[in-house]
T-cell receptor, first 120, second 110 residues
Framework: GAVVSQHPSRVICKSGTSVKIECRSLDFQATTMFWYRQFPKKSLMLMATSNEGSKATYEQGVEKDKFLINHASLTLSTLTVTSAHPEDSSFYIC????????????????FGPGTRLLVL | TQLLEQSPQFLSIQEGENLTVYCNSSSVFSSLQWYRQEPGEGPVLLVTVVTGGEVKKLKRLTFQFGDARKDSSLHITAAQPGDTGLYLCAGPEYGNKLVFGAGTILRVKS
């Protein structure tokens, strides 16, 4: 199946600093990528939809100035957590939509391995 | 917004037992997907069901899509400790987004 990578896998930072997380589709082009946040033993919460060459679409309640998303190429989307605070500590997961494997009734997304962020 | 209700939320069973996880909605979905996630990792796609009434098998896992495409189930036969993890159902929503169920934490004890 399609492979999606994330970097870094885990990061520890001081409060007030910014952290950038990369999401790459390794063997396919992804015009659309998604960023999720997940709390321990809970399901995934969609934060935003990242579209190549255009602005990201944020879900209600997600601060776009806090979580900056850039989708500069068909294989790379980045999420920057600006001025991070302890409450931003979480597991962040990206997914990429494989357009070639997606037909009208079948939505195929492949997930990255996640990034564990700890803000001290 | 379409909702997916997943049950049970938590399941702890002995090795060798069978179990079923349910995913229900009042809305019709064009397809439903099942994922398995281990701690500290991203979800891994197990299967996508597309046709109402469809049954797919993946070794000891059997997935079924309801006739009306509003519900799905995952049945595991003779569970093993390696089946332990978080199981998620998900379905496509508008804007190419996926809506997820709340998840089922499965623990299989040896």
């Amino acid at each position: 199946g399609a492979v999606v990578s994330q970097h870094p896998s885990r990061v520890i930072c001081k409060s007030g600093t910014s952290v950038k997380i990369e999401c790459r589709s390794l063997d396919f082009q992804a015009t659309t990528m998604f960023w999720y946040r997940q709390f321990p033993k809970k399901s995934l919460m969609l934060m935003a939809t990242s579209n190549e060459g255009s602005k990201a679409t944020y879900e209600q309640g997600v601060e776009k100035d806090k979580f900056l998303i850039n989708h500069a190429s068909l294989t790379l989307s980045t999420l920057t957590v600006t001025s991070a605070h302890p409450e931003d500590s979480s597991f962040y997961i990206c997914s990429a939509r494989d357009y070639q494997r997606t037909s009208g009734r079948q939505e195929t997304q492949y997930f990255g391995p996640g990034t564990r962020l700890l803000v001290l | 917004t379409q909702l997916l209700e997943q049950s049970p939320q938590f399941l702890s069973i002995q090795e060798g037992e069978n179990l079923t996880v349910y995913c229900n909605s009042s809305s019709v979905f064009s397809s439903l997907q099942w994922y398995r996630q281990e701690p500290g990792e991203g979800p891994v796609l197990l299967v996508t069901v597309v046709t109402g009434g469809e049954v797919k098998k993946l070794k000891r896992l059997t997935f079924q899509f309801g006739d009306a495409r509003k519900d799905s189930s995952l049945h595991i036969t003779a569970a093993q400790p390696g089946d332990t993890g978080l199981y998620l159902c998900a379905g496509p929503e508008y804007g190419n987004k996926l809506v997820f169920g709340a998840g089922t934490i499965l623990r299989v004890k040896s």
